[in-house]
């Protein structure tokens, strides 16, 4: 199945004080049904051991920021959640459905898999883009072939989707016609076409040039003040702090702080993080 996923026509909003307004409100977890939840989850690569049991739980409308310095694990960890790599052992509930997993983490049916991929939208560092097809093309590929929605349909919220991302005029445009953020937010609008439960950005920014980053994470934004649920890797501190409302930060494939971003920017308390963010500020 393909990896790229997702679609909600409502407008976005434009302007970024929802969003900031939202990262300062405290998060009243208790009142909140449960997104997404990783226990105890390891995975190495033959004797190198990436995560060392790392957990975590995510709420409908958290925006979880997941930082650390190239080569914690951070990547690995959303790669795993939704199975593009498969975990060495752990525990990974969707929605409140547990993904069944083998003794090895390998998973126990393949359907399920696949049902729980249409959850769960990636947005990768190198856009995914199908760069022999159109911008529509790409965004109604997975709600047509693989949810099997009807093609007019499909192609009607594609339209909204691009609009809602800036790009209503380039429908017909392929990828390789469009500048690095264009193409980061077609991929964004082809995540959404499948109204997925989570939004997991790996590094959305790190292959545009500085000039293209802001428009990307204008859209980022916006979803984040509509109350979607997203887990974040990114380089970005500012942004991070923000629009998350929690944040996470991995050193060699384990959690070594986590908490609201006034705390974990304003007060950490690891030695390590104090190091990394001197280094990144």
Known sequence: MPDP???DPAPLSTASAPAQARA?????????AE?????????SFGSLEVLKGVSLTAKQGDVVAIIGGSGSGKSTMLRCI?????????????AGETVAMRPDGSPADRRQIERIRTRLAMVFQQ???????????????????????????????AHELLARV?????????????SGGQQQRAAIARALAVDPNVMLFDEPTSALDPEL????????????????????????MKFAREVANHVVYLF??????????????????????????????
């Open 5 to 7: 996923a997702a679609a």
């Open 127 to 157: 856009f995914n883009l199908w760069t022999h097809r159109t911008l529509l093309e790409n965004v109604i590929e997975v709600p047509v072939h693989v949810l099997k929605m009807p093609r007019s349909e499909a192609i009607h919220r």
């Open 166 to 178: 800036g790009l209503g005029d380039k429908a017909d445009a392929f990828p390789a016609f469009l």
């Open 82 to 94: 939704n199975f593009l790599e498969t975990p060495n052992s752990g525990e990974i509930v969707i």
């Open 213 to 236: 980053v802001g428009e990307v994470l204008t859209v980022i934004r916006d979803l984040a003040a509509e109350g979607r649920t997203m887990l974040l890797v990114t380089h970005e």
């Open 252 to 281: 060699e494939g384990r959690i070594e702080e986590q908490g609201p971003p006034s705390e974990v920017f304003g007060n950490p308390k690891s030695e390590r993080l104090k190091q990394f963010l001197s280094s990144v500020a």
């Open 35 to 43: 997104a997404i939840r990783v226990s105890d989850l390891h995975k």
């Open 24 to 32: 300062e409100t405290p998060v009243e977890h208790h009142t909140q």
